[in-house]
T-cell receptor, first 117, second 114 residues
Framework: GAVVSQHPSWVICKSGTSVKIECRSLDFQATTMFWYRQFPKQSLMLMAT?????????EQGVEKDKFLINHASLTLSTLTVTSAHPEDSSFYICSARDGGISGNTIYFGEGSWLTVV | AQSVTQPDIHITVSEGASLELRCNYS??????LFWYVQSPGQGLQLLLK??????LVQGIKGFEAEFKRSQSSFNLRKPSVHWSDAAEYFCAVGSNQAGTALIFGKGTTLSVSS
């Protein structure tokens, strides 16, 4: 069935460096992908909506210059955390919508743990 | 405003007992409703979803949920809880439009006692 894959599953980076997280739809084309952030023991907060071939739409309070989103193809969206700081440490999850034969189903990636030291 | 409310932050249920997790939503369009489960350190697993039709939806792992439009609710139920059901449960609402994201409730932590 349709799957959304995230990579890496976990990453540790030094403060001040940038890190890229990839989100791929494996069996379907996703014109829209979504990026969420989840702090420990909290809910998922939508960060941005990623649209293929155009600029992402960011939620209020999310710094678009810090969280760069690129959706260059119908199966790949990337989130780059630039100049990462310890407060950026979090669980990042992407999701994609399959509006095709799977019947408008939303799939989530496995998530990516980011630890900034 | 669009929102999902899960009134219970933490619930403890004895193994073998029945379970009901509450979810209320506020949504401007026709709602698509979802329940997800998340184990510690893991991603989300879809338990069930409601788009239309029969308001009682069956999901995986013996879970079911009932959509009640008049109460704006989508409560999750299970007749007999197993210790492995201990996890975080999230209710979410969305629309049928491709460009819209899901809105999540704050989640309910389920503990199962022996």
């Amino acid at each position: 069935g349709a799957v959304v894959s995230q990579h890496p599953s976990w990453v540790i980076c030094k403060s001040g460096t940038s890190v890229k997280i990839e989100c791929r739809s494996l069996d379907f084309q996703a014109t829209t992908m979504f990026w969420y952030r989840q702090f420990p023991k909290q809910s998922l907060m939508l960060m941005a909506t990623s649209n293929e071939g155009s600029k992402a739409t960011y939620e209020q309070g999310v710094e678009k210059d810090k969280f760069l989103i690129n959706h260059a193809s119908l199966t790949l969206s990337t989130l780059t955390v630039t100049s990462a700081h310890p407060e950026d440490s979090s669980f990042y999850i992407c999701s994609a919508r399959d509006g095709g034969i799977s019947g408008n189903t939303i799939y989530f990636g496995e998530g990516s743990w980011l630890t900034v030291v | 405003a669009q929102s999902v409310t899960q009134p219970d932050i933490h619930i403890t249920v004895s193994e073998g007992a029945s379970l009901e997790l509450r979810c209320n939503y506020s949504y401007g369009a026709t709602p698509y409703l979802f329940w997800y489960v998340q184990s510690p350190g893991q991603g989300l697993q879809l338990l069930l979803k409601y788009f239309s039709g029969d308001t009682l939806v069956q999901g995986i792992k013996g879970f079911e949920a009932e959509f009640k439009r008049s109460q704006s609710s989508f409560n999750l139920r299970k007749p007999s809880v197993h210790w492995s059901d201990a996890a975080e449960y999230f209710c979410a609402v969305g629309s049928n439009q491709a460009g819209t994201a899901l809105i999540f409730g704050k989640g309910t932590t389920l503990s199962v006692s022996s």
